[in-house]
Protein backbone atom coordinates (compact mmCIF):
# COMPACT_ATOMS: atom_id res chain seq x y z
CA UNK A 1 0.00 0.00 0.00
CA UNK A 2 3.16 2.75 0.50
CA UNK A 3 3.81 2.31 -3.24
CA UNK A 4 0.11 3.22 -3.96
CA UNK A 5 0.01 6.19 -1.29
CA UNK A 6 3.33 7.32 -3.27
CA UNK A 7 1.77 7.20 -6.87
CA UNK A 8 -1.15 8.74 -5.84
CA UNK A 9 0.90 11.38 -4.31
CA UNK A 10 2.52 11.76 -7.62
CA UNK A 11 -0.81 12.45 -9.33
CA UNK A 12 -1.90 14.60 -6.75
CA UNK A 13 -1.78 16.05 -3.70
CA UNK A 14 -2.58 13.53 -0.30
CA UNK A 15 -4.77 16.99 0.85
CA UNK A 16 -7.19 19.31 -0.30
CA UNK A 17 -9.14 21.95 1.40
CA UNK A 18 -12.46 23.46 -0.87
CA UNK A 19 -14.63 26.15 -0.03
CA UNK A 20 -18.54 26.43 -0.71
CA UNK A 21 -20.71 29.21 -0.22
CA UNK A 22 -24.00 27.99 1.30
CA UNK A 23 -27.01 29.68 -0.94
CA UNK A 24 -30.90 29.82 -0.33
CA UNK A 25 -31.33 26.78 -2.48
CA UNK A 26 -29.02 24.58 -0.39
CA UNK A 27 -31.22 25.02 2.84
CA UNK A 28 -34.40 24.06 4.11
CA UNK A 29 -37.34 25.80 5.73
CA UNK A 30 -35.58 26.80 9.09
CA UNK A 31 -32.86 28.23 6.87
CA UNK A 32 -30.03 25.39 7.54
CA UNK A 33 -28.24 23.74 5.24
CA UNK A 34 -29.80 20.59 4.17
CA UNK A 35 -28.80 16.86 4.55
CA UNK A 36 -29.28 16.24 0.87
CA UNK A 37 -26.82 19.12 0.12
CA UNK A 38 -24.34 18.29 2.50
CA UNK A 39 -24.18 14.69 1.10
CA UNK A 40 -24.35 16.00 -2.41
CA UNK A 41 -20.85 18.02 -1.50
CA UNK A 42 -19.33 15.30 0.30
CA UNK A 43 -20.35 12.96 -2.84
CA UNK A 44 -18.57 15.74 -4.96
CA UNK A 45 -15.70 15.98 -2.93
CA UNK A 46 -15.09 12.10 -3.05
CA UNK A 47 -15.74 11.85 -6.78
CA UNK A 48 -12.89 14.07 -7.36
CA UNK A 49 -10.74 12.45 -4.88
CA UNK A 50 -11.30 9.06 -6.30
CA UNK A 51 -10.80 10.03 -9.70
CA UNK A 52 -7.26 10.84 -8.49
CA UNK A 53 -6.68 7.16 -7.40
CA UNK A 54 -8.13 5.71 -10.37
CA UNK A 55 -4.53 6.26 -12.05
CA UNK A 56 -4.26 3.40 -14.34
CA UNK A 57 -7.57 2.14 -16.51
CA UNK A 58 -7.05 -1.42 -15.03
CA UNK A 59 -8.16 -0.38 -11.11
CA UNK A 60 -11.97 -0.14 -10.04
CA UNK A 61 -12.55 1.28 -6.61
CA UNK A 62 -15.10 -0.01 -4.32
CA UNK A 63 -16.43 1.60 -1.05
CA UNK A 64 -16.34 -1.11 1.57
CA UNK A 65 -17.63 1.56 4.61
CA UNK A 66 -18.63 5.10 4.94
CA UNK A 67 -18.54 6.19 8.47
CA UNK A 68 -19.92 10.15 8.90
CA UNK A 69 -20.86 11.70 11.92
CA UNK A 70 -22.86 15.18 12.02
CA UNK A 71 -21.68 17.72 14.81
CA UNK A 72 -23.57 20.76 13.92
CA UNK A 73 -25.76 22.49 11.44
CA UNK A 74 -24.90 25.20 8.93
CA UNK A 75 -26.92 28.25 8.37
CA UNK A 76 -27.41 30.77 4.89
CA UNK A 77 -24.54 32.75 3.72
CA UNK A 78 -21.79 30.64 5.58
CA UNK A 79 -18.48 29.22 4.60
CA UNK A 80 -17.87 25.72 4.21
CA UNK A 81 -14.68 24.40 4.52
CA UNK A 82 -13.73 21.04 2.97
CA UNK A 83 -10.75 19.27 3.85
CA UNK A 84 -9.90 15.73 2.71
CA UNK A 85 -6.76 13.58 2.81
CA UNK A 86 -6.08 10.11 1.98
CA UNK A 87 -4.57 7.38 4.72
CA UNK A 88 -3.15 3.91 4.09
CA UNK A 89 -5.74 1.27 6.20
CA UNK A 90 -3.90 -2.02 6.00
CA UNK A 91 -2.76 -3.94 2.64
CA UNK A 92 -5.43 -3.13 -0.60
CA UNK A 93 -7.57 -0.40 1.59
CA UNK A 94 -7.32 3.24 1.61
CA UNK A 95 -9.49 6.13 3.56
CA UNK A 96 -10.61 8.64 2.78
CA UNK A 97 -11.45 11.45 5.86
CA UNK A 98 -13.43 14.43 4.66
CA UNK A 99 -13.87 16.97 7.64
CA UNK A 100 -16.45 19.94 6.95
CA UNK A 101 -15.81 22.84 8.70
CA UNK A 102 -18.05 26.55 8.89
CA UNK A 103 -16.54 29.86 9.03
CA UNK A 104 -18.10 33.25 10.15
CA UNK A 105 -16.19 36.37 9.92
CA UNK A 106 -14.23 37.12 12.76
CA UNK A 107 -14.89 33.63 14.45
CA UNK A 108 -12.81 30.24 14.65
CA UNK A 109 -13.72 27.56 11.98
CA UNK A 110 -16.38 24.89 13.65
CA UNK A 111 -16.91 21.28 12.59
CA UNK A 112 -19.95 20.35 11.06
CA UNK A 113 -18.93 16.97 9.89
CA UNK A 114 -16.62 14.07 9.14
CA UNK A 115 -16.99 11.36 7.05
CA UNK A 116 -14.80 8.60 6.60
CA UNK A 117 -14.78 6.31 3.22
CA UNK A 118 -12.84 3.13 3.43
CA UNK A 119 -12.00 1.95 -0.34
CA UNK A 120 -10.82 -0.73 -1.80
CA UNK A 121 -9.22 -0.11 -4.91
CA UNK A 122 -8.96 -3.29 -7.09
CA UNK A 123 -7.77 -4.48 -10.59
CA UNK A 124 -10.73 -5.56 -12.89
CA UNK A 125 -11.02 -9.15 -13.81
Given at each position: MKNFINTVRKSGPLRTKDSYLITPSMVDANGELSIWNLMQILTEVKGRRMHQL???PQF???VKNMDLKIYSNVGLEEELIVESSFAPNGK???DLKIYVSRRKKGLPAKRVCKAVYT???CAIQ
Open positions: LINKDQRTVLSI
